[in-house]
């Protein structure tokens, strides 16, 4: 996938592009020697995008994982971020 011309553009074009993980850290880290200190810790940064969009009234996007897992998610995050929206149909 990382040949394919639309998707490494994409890739190249988003506003934040977080690796997820120690993994993440220690690939890139391998591959590309930028030397990072720490990881990305995907549901703290999750957390602080959804306090950021509800501030702001950006709605997010959720994809991936099955229909109920995500529909879960929606429901917690709704508790903790009441006025969070969602690209999908505007409320979480």
């Known amino acids: 996938m990382r040949f394919n011309r639309e998707q490494k553009f ?3 074009h988003f506003d934040l ?14 591959l590309y020697k930028p030397v990072l ?3 990305v810790y995907g ?4 957390l602080k ?4 969009a509800e501030k702001e009234g950006t709605p997010i996007y959720f994809y991936g994982s099955e ?3 995500l529909a879960l998610l929606r429901t ?5 971020f009441p006025k969070l929206r969602t690209a999908r149909d505007g409320a979480i």
């Open 67 to 69: 229909p109920d897992t």
């Open 76 to 80: 917690n995050l709704g508790k903790m």
């Open 17 to 30: 592009l977080t690796p997820d993980g120690q993994a993440g850290k220690w690939a890139m880290n391998l």
């Open 43 to 46: 549901p703290k940064l999750t």
């Open 37 to 39: 200190k720490d990881r």
């Open 10 to 12: 994409r890739l190249n």
């Open 49 to 52: 995008v959804c306090e950021r």
